[in-house]
């Protein structure tokens, strides 16, 4: 996160220029490789994307487990006071 705060800081220092490098700005505008246009060399950008994706399928693990123990809760509650489904 670090490394992508000071790479969009000094890409706005570099546009802070005097219009010197207006051909070097035209190029770097408009990469074709996804990791050069965040800013990261290939092999970072790999990694960032298998974290992502790690974190991504924690985030959906435990999201499954919560929905599975409140509808475990329902029906232990529907069956306990005898509560009719409620269908959405």
Request: aromatic residues 6%; hydrophobic residues 35%.
């Amino acid at each position: 996160m670090a490394f992508l705060m000071k790479s969009m800081l000094s890409n706005q220092v570099k546009n802070l220029g005097l219009g010197g490098g207006g051909e070097e700005s035209k190029e770097e505008s408009t990469p074709s490789d996804p990791a050069a246009a965040a800013g990261m060399t290939r092999e970072e950008y790999e990694e960032y994307q298998k974290q992502m994706v790690e974190e991504k399928m924690e985030r959906d693990a435990a999201f499954a487990q919560k929905k599975a123990e409140r509808a475990c809760l329902r029906v232990h509650l529907r069956e306990k006071y005898r509560l009719p489904k409620v269908s959405l």
